[in-house]
């Protein structure tokens, strides 16, 4: 199975994280952050991804550094996973609805980081969760994995509906770029025959 296991330990953050890429949509997640366990299981249950993510932050501050250093060790444990990433489709598009929310994720692991985001949430919190908290994660994520994604907001208004239905979004894109395409046999999905972080 494709691994990454990545230990970041900050003055403000001590997170552990381990991702499958090959698992079966299991989610041991505590982070001390209710709204984002609930997000992370849907990233897990979603993209067929086992994680683990075990975090202890500065919460008695705000959310932001523990939200930030596990977005940065995911990304950082999906890189090492991907190796070379031979034989995968490395494109991935999904559009989810959740009720009256619609949004669509396109990505590429491709090597290099970009986040486009277009998402409109209406409110400033979800029960704790400030909801600039979703960019701030998504662009963690991308910085370390070197993923290029785009998430764009087509309809919504229930700010929980928005945030879910981009985390399940992105599942299933990430899920469908990470499936061995069988055509490949085995090669770099890049006419330059590379695909690199670096």
């Known amino acids: 199975p494709r691994i990454g296991s990545v230990s970041r330990v900050t003055k403000e953050t001590s997170v552990e994280v381990e991702l499958n890429l090959d698992g079966t949509g299991i989610c041991d997640c505590d982070t001390g952050i209710p709204f984002l366990d609930h997000m992370l299981d849907q990233l897990a249950s979603h993209g067929l991804l086992d994680v683990t993510v075990k975090a202890k932050g500065d919460i008695y501050i705000d959310d932001h550094h523990t939200n930030e250093d596990i977005g940065l060790a995911l990304g950082t444990a999906l890189l090492q996973a991907l190796g070379d990433r031979k034989g995968i489709y490395r494109f991935g598009d999904f559009s989810a609805p959740l009720d009256e929310a619609l949004i669509h994720v396109a990505l590429d692991l491709s090597g ?30 991308v910085n370390t994995s070197g993923m290029t994604l785009h998430v764009r907001k087509l309809a919504g208004t229930n700010s929980h509906h928005i945030i879910e239905a981009t985390f399940k979004a992105f599942a299933r894109a990430l899920r469908q770029a990470l499936e061995y395409d069988t055509r490949r046999r085995g090669s770099v999905p890049s006419s330059k025959g590379v695909l690199s972080r670096a």
């Not at 409109?120 to 960019?135: C, K, W």
């Open 112 to 141: 290099r980081p970009f986040l486009g985001y277009n998402v409109d949430i209406p409110t400033q919190r979800v029960g704790t969760y400030d909801t600039q908290l979703v960019e701030h994660f998504f662009q963690s994520v």
